[in-house]
């Protein structure tokens, strides 16, 4: 939330007779920087935090950036160079992050590339925007969303029987959209082309914010995000954030937070772009000035 002096400020300019023009002037700069006075917490990894960031501080707020997850290079690539030995044979790739476009095309491009055949799928618009960023156009994704149970839901991965399809992800994660696909009738191959692991970020200067009440809301893009938040936190600054807003990207970290026991219900972003952040940040403030 909040603090009480930065919501007092923004609901009442004077305890006497308000100044009209001076009134006015408040509301066009609360119009043009929406989220002035506002202190986010953005989780996202160092790499990919920075335009967020950039975005939430060009809208007057504070973004206060807190790593809780790293995108590392794969230890050994044996598996992945096994799963895309004829990278031809394939109809259908599935990139399941920014990351799975970065890593996975990084590897495609220094042996043959993506066959022009191949159609080309993404989770959600921000990994439909790192594709066209890659030059990879013509992408198969949800118009809002991103998670498997959205993709899952399109016409093109429900027409999957006897294709023979690549999901370029992390190693690990969730299984549901390769076991859906092979239930349908497809032959899936995962190629598993980076790591996520938990960043060795020193949390004290996050601690000691938290106990002097110095942030209004949290960002979480990810389930393991919101997991190593927590687990990088000590007990009283775990209770600290767990009282403050939240704005996640599905409904899985939803669930996650609810399960942490979160104080405040979390709000759902459209997806997982920078965009659908910010305008999810921006509708929570609105609807804060208005309580």
């Known amino acids: 939330m909040l603090s009480r002096s930065a919501t007092s400020s923004l609901r009442n300019c004077s305890t006497s ?3 009209l023009s001076s009134t006015r002037f408040m509301a066009a700069a609360d119009v043009a920087q929406p989220l002035s006075r506002v202190r986010v917490l953005v989780t996202r990894p160092a790499a990919q935090a920075r335009r967020l960031a950039e975005m939430i501080e060009q809208a007057g707020g504070e973004a206060v950036r807190f790593p809780a997850l790293e995108i590392a290079p794969l230890s050994d690539t044996t598996a992945l160079e096994q799963a895309l030995t004829d990278i031809t044979r394939f109809n259908l790739a599935i990139f399941i992050s920014p990351n799975a476009v970065t890593h996975g095309l990084a590897y495609l ?14 989770i959600g618009r921000g990994t439909a925007k790192a594709l066209a960023d890659m030059g990879v156009n013509n992408v198969v994704s949800p118009m809002a969303g991103s998670d498997s149970e959205t993709l899952l839901a399109l016409p ?22 390769g076991d859906t696909l092979r239930a349908r009738g497809a ?20 601690v000691a914010r938290l106990a002097a009440g110095g942030l209004d809301i949290v960002t979480v893009t990810s389930v393991e995000t919101l997991h190593n938040l927590h687990d990088m936190l000590d007990a009283p600054a775990r209770e600290r954030l767990r009282r403050l807003p939240i704005v996640v990207v599905g409904r899985r970290q939803a669930e996650a937070c609810r399960a942490l026991g979160w104080s405040h219900e979390p709000v759902i972003a459209r997806d997982a772009s920078d965009e659908a952040i910010l305008a999810t940040l921006k509708a929570w ?5 208005s309580l």
């Open 17 to 19: 007779a308000p100044n």
């Open 109 to 122: 491009k220094s042996r043959d590339g993506l066959p022009p055949h191949l159609t080309i799928a993404a």
């Open 187 to 206: 032959e899936v191959t995962y190629a598993e082309c980076y790591r996520r692991v938990r960043p060795a970020t020193d949390a004290a200067p996050l």
């Open 285 to 289: 403030r609105a609807s804060q000035n």
């Open 156 to 177: 093109t991965l429900n027409r999957v029987a006897g294709k023979r399809i690549v999901i370029f992800r992390g190693e690990g994660g969730r299984e549901l959209l």
